[in-house]
């Protein structure tokens, strides 16, 4: 079962909404615009939607279009305003909220080029708890043409104070727009009470379909049609109207109206408050990025110190619970939330952000297995080393790769001897380094650095005050090299080095071993390298921005080639494949806290391991070493690490690797669906 917690982003579509679209599709689907019984019975289908919509959001006398969503209600309402403004020498500014969705902006900063107005964009500054400057709002809105604002943050959730805004602007001439969408069904608008002239809606947010939404502009107030054609809504938006989408939108404001199928504020604050309970009792240390108190009872905005965004939602998504860093739209781009920089928050708050929101259609039972999802997220934490608090002790063994901004740390343990050694540390990761190393509890023989960089020392001073218990006691070289050491011991292999101009190449292999079967390097030239390692030895990069987790300098493919180096099975081909693969192995690359909280395919007699990326060293040279050589199928959430996995393993030669893509995430959930998928050729695989 799914837990959705993503509803700012999209929702579900309301059963009673989804049978409307249908009975519009199948029953009444006529065009409005005919003047025939069918095309009269369609018309009185979209204008009873529009008074209900109308007496819910208190227009007034003011027109409320029905439009493809808010993106398209901010762009008419934008180029409404400002196609108004031209000619107006009074108007100097153009103003939006700093955490207003993205929208808005770039829809100004089209307009305003494409009509030539050259006015100022600026951004209303927003306080550490994310409502507007009103004095600096107060102090502008004299020579303001436009005021944009949101109602609520579709991030933080944060209810924009409108009053203080209305009244930030007596006496201006500006015209104001209010994005509306996080505040349908939530939020009382007052729309004829205020001066609002114009607010978007988006249907979807709130169990309606995709493609379609509203547009609320005051009597009155200007209005350019964005588009021209066939005169519907009384010539302010041409097109056929959405008559599955209008349907379905008027069946969701009817469950408004209803009060029965969505929860009332006093509950849904009931609800956020035990999800609130459950994320901090499963990550200690946890903060909300905005105040409750003046934020939506849908939405939790939350960081953990020490655990990025993406480790969290691939925390969450392995336990089958749906949340994000943000807004949707630019979810997708590894960047800190742009709203919370707004507010001031720190760094590691901003770029660690992760959204939780729910719909107004929850209930007891959701809530109550959402919060069980939560803990067992945070006994995951515990059990892997990876809570800020109350961590389980673990046992280290063979090679650990931490990745961050392209830069490679690698921990090589052992688990009979209990040593460790530590290469290539940078400071941002020490305090992820110094958990795990204390969970394992292994002291360090060396913290060395391939490259002799600064940031390799700073991180071995900060690690020597975090866990000064640990660390190496003999004095060593610039590089962390132990001056009574030729090797290091670490159970039956041994790590040796090679001194370079440029830094030092760590060689590790079995003790009675000729020849290194891997190299730990941050050497990027050949003659550098060949001089040290065999055209085959495993290198280990202190950088891998190319994502290739190991490489050697015999048979090594251009960059570009790389992309296309790993054969892909398309998650409905996944039974032909095992059938007529049944010796492959199909290797789990996710990490240990993912692989405790899934369940992996139920895919009968296919043989499976558990082989996180940050562990793929310790297999690939015994997997290249199998004549013949195994087929070996990667699999993880979303199709990226099984694709590096993959990859990596025919770089180096392996003949049969391959990836499952698009992950788990786009696996057939029944076997009906896989069934009706189209079923290839076995001779695909060969």
Request: hydrophobic share 45%; net charge negative.
């Amino acid at each position: 079962m799914e837990i959705y917690l993503d509803a700012n982003a999209t929702t579900p579509v309301l059963p009673q909404a989804k049978a409307a679209a249908i009975q519009a599709m199948v029953e009444d689907y006529g065009n409005p615009s005919s003047v025939h019984s069918t095309g009269l019975k369609a018309k009185a289908l979209i204008d009873g939607v529009r008074a209900r919509a109308q007496r819910l959001l208190d227009t007034g006398d003011g027109a409320l279009l029905f439009v493809s969503g808010a993106t398209e209600g901010i762009q008419t309402a934008v180029l409404s305003a400002l196609n108004a403004l031209r000619g107006n020498l009074q108007a100097e500014f153009l103003l939006y909220g700093a955490t207003e969705h993205k929208a808005v902006p770039e829809a100004l900063k089209h307009w305003n080029q494409v009509l030539g107005l050259n006015l100022k964009i600026e951004a209303i500054p927003v306080d550490s708890q994310g409502r507007h400057d009103l004095a600096f709002l107060r102090q502008h809105a004299a020579r303001a043409g436009l005021v944009c604002t949101m109602a609520a943050n579709n991030e933080t959730g944060v209810i924009s104070d409108l009053d203080g805004i209305e009244a930030a602007l007596a006496g201006s001439k500006a015209l104001w727009l209010v994005d509306g969408v996080q505040a349908l069904g939530k939020l009382p608008l007052r729309l004829q009470a205020r001066r609002i002239d114009y607010a978007p809606f988006s249907g979807h947010k709130l169990y309606a379909p995709k493609g379609i939404g509203l547009l609320y502009v005051r009597a009155g107030a200007p209005f350019t049609p964005l588009m021209a054609g066939g005169g519907q809504e009384g010539s302010l938006r041409s097109g056929t109207e959405n008559m599955s989408g209008i349907a379905a939108l008027g069946a969701v404001l009817a469950a408004l109206d209803d009060g029965q199928t969505l929860r009332d504020s006093a509950t849904l604050h009931g609800f956020r408050a035990r999800l609130a309970a459950a994320l901090s009792e499963a990550f200690p240390g946890l903060v909300f990025n905005a105040p409750l108190d003046l934020s939506l009872p849908t939405t939790l905005n939350f960081a953990v110190p020490g655990l990025s965004s993406r480790l969290l939602q691939d925390l969450f998504d392995a336990a089958d619970v749906r949340v994000s860093a943000g807004s949707a739209c630019s979810a997708a781009k590894a960047a800190p939330s742009f709203v919370l920089q707004a507010m001031g928050l720190p760094d590691w708050q901003a770029a660690g952000a992760v959204r939780l929101s729910i719909g107004p259609a929850v209930d007891e039972a959701f809530i109550d297995e959402a919060c069980a999802r939560i803990r067992a997220c945070g006994e995951s934490l515990r059990r892997h080393c990876l809570s800020p608090e109350n961590n389980f002790p673990t046992v280290g063994d063979g090679i650990t790769r931490y990745m961050q901004d392209g830069a490679c740390c690698y921990l090589l343990a052992d688990s009979l001897g209990k040593a460790c050694v530590l290469i290539d540390a940078r400071p941002e990761q020490v305090c992820r380094l110094a958990q795990a190393l204390t969970c394992q509890g292994y002291p360090l023989l060396a913290v060395l650095s391939t490259t002799g960089e600064a940031e390799h020392a700073e991180a071995r001073d900060l690690l020597a005050e975090t866990i000064g218990e640990l660390m190496p006691g003999a004095a060593c070289d610039a590089l962390g090299w132990p001056l009574d050491k030729a090797a290091l011991e670490l159970g039956a292999k041994q790590l040796t080095r090679a001194v370079r101009p440029q830094g030092q190449v760590l060689l590790f292999s079995g003790a009675d071993s000729a020849a290194p079967a891997l190299a730990f390097t941050g050497l990027s030239e050949p003659a550098d390298l060949g001089a040290c390692v065999g055209p085959n030895t495993l290198l280990a990069p202190a950088r891998d921005e190319a994502q290739q987790v190991a490489y050697c300098l015999a048979g090594a493919e251009p960059a570009q080639e790389q992309e296309s180096a790993a054969q892909q099975v398309q998650g409905a081909q996944l039974k032909a494949f095992i059938n007529y693969h049944p010796d492959a192995l199909l290797v789990d690359v996710r990490e240990p806290y993912e692989q405790f909280l899934s369940q992996t395919p139920d895919l009968v007699g296919a043989q499976m391991e558990a082989m996180p990326l940050s562990r793929l060293l310790n297999a690939i040279q015994p997997w290249l070493a199998e004549q013949p050589q195994r087929p070996l199928l990667f699999f993880c959430r979303t199709g990226n690490r099984s694709r590096q996995a993959a990859q990596a393993l025919t770089r180096l030669g392996h003949s049969q690797a391959w990836t499952l893509a698009g992950g788990l995430a786009l696996l057939p959930h029944s076997p009906a669906e896989a069934q009706a998928k189209h079923q290839p050729d076995p001779a695909l695989y060969v």
